[in-house]
């Protein structure tokens, strides 16, 4: 195995990216392949092949584009790039000419090359036909349209206002968390599967759309005009009690996310303290994690890829931190991909304790390549290891200190805060004292000052902590307004993280902010 350590950053003909964990495809994040960019361990004679066809494809139009040559062509960027030379353990000649018959239109084109790329049994490895292309590329460019929404269904079957997203059209209009929907255009929609009336409401920026409402018993009709929505990738900041600061990073999707978190470190530089919070974090750009694990790293690996010919590349810390104060780190189940490399990156490096639950378990590394007719194709070129060499596909991260949530305690309201099961307590803070995980985050970050300082350390009694929750559902546990000191942006519901949190049954949430 050939090893190439990289000092800052991995240059690749790709713009590299993790992307998310959820079969929901609505926010995988995505990015077009760049052919100017050059490395020795990735300029291969395919790679070099795939730059000469773009060059000749950037002057045929659409529509000189043959089905038959689309498909072609996603057979041929597999079969020199993909990252598992096996295929998925069979004969990957045996697809090149399979539908050479059958295909006649871009319709014909399309459902072969899905039906191909099924064969590998890598559900990160699919085919974009143009308006999801179009739709995740504006997610890297933190570019959504719709009308500013995060929705819910409750176990009543109810599509629910979750909340809307600060300065968005639905805001404006009065949108309320709690709002029910009744209506999308004046079609009934009860009954419907969430993501169906998320598909209603979203639609190009300037268009109308008009969704009828119960409120108190009241039938209201809100008409909205669909905006650019933006994409936060800090949705959260704020100084908790015991001064700790607190961070949610909710993806790694947009490529301000590492500006993002900049601005947010310098909210909290009061703080003793740090818990960065990537529960349900989906994952995003390769290149975020990178650059944010930089800002926290004194030194040592971030993560190494292997691709399909056995190369190994390291990425290393350039060893110039901004926050050099003790952090903890907050992962669970849906977090995955970039976040996993940014939490195994600061547990290998003893630089944060991870407090939750096992992450999700996603190590392969996605790039996606533009078509010729706008439509394009994400798959696998690499697995990724951690900062100590671990491949953690199918396995995920442990914590150091594990905190987990049975399904009744999830029910009731002691998951992330941004969540609420109940569909009773809109506009929830980090500071409401009912988020079991991130109360014994803190309790950890307090514990870190004070072995720093040599002072004693103060157990979290968990289960004494939980029965106070339980008992006092219902009433603020922390005074909300004394301790926000520090605050950021408002959650903005956008990210896949906020339906990619292990539910309670009859219990789910799908954005529809494009």
Known sequence: MVEIKVAQRMKSIFRTLFGAATAVSLLLPVVVQDVGAKDSATNTIALRNEMHHQLIAQALPSSAVSPIYLYHRC??????????????????????????????????????IESMLASLGDPYTRFLN???????????????????????????KKIVVIAPIAGSPASTAGVLPGDEILEVDGELIAGQPLDSVVKKIRGPINTKVTLTMLRDGKRIPIPLTRAEIPVKAVTKTVIMPGNVGYIRLDSFISAK????????????????????????????????AVQIANLFLKGGVIVSTVDGNESKASTISRGQPTFEKPIVTLINGSSASASEILAGALKENDRSVLVGTKSFGKGLVQAIQKLDDGSGMNYSIAKYLTAGGNYIHKKGILPNIEVKLSD????????????????????????DGYDIQLLAAIAEAQNEVRKAKGQPIQPFKDEEVRKQILAKLGKPVIDTKKAAQAEGSKPTGHAAADFAQPKAPGVSGVPANR
């Not at 041929?76 to 295929?87: E, L, P």
């Not at 349209?145 to 995060?150: A, C, R």
């Not at 992330?416 to 109940?422: A, E, K, M, S």
């Open 75 to 112: 057979w041929n960027i597999i079969n020199q790039q993909y990252f598992d030379k096996s295929y998925g353990g069979q004969d990957w000649s045996r697809w090149e000419h399979h539908y050479d018959t059958k295909i006649k239109t871009k319709d014909d084109a399309y459902k072969a």
């Open 130 to 156: 143009p308006e999801a292309f179009a739709d995740e590329t504006n997610s890297i460019k933190a570019h959504l349209f719709g009308v500013g929404i995060q929705l819910g269904m409750s176990e009543l």
């Open 257 to 288: 996310a590492t500006e993002e978190l900049k601005d947010a470190l310098t909210k909290v530089e009061g703080a003793d303290s740090l818990v960065l919070d990537l529960r349900n974090n989906p994952g995003g750009l390769l290149d975020n």
């Open 408 to 431: 009744d305690e999830y029910k009731k309201g002691l998951g992330p805060w941004w969540i609420d099961p109940t569909f009773k307590r809109f506009n929830r803070e980090p500071v």
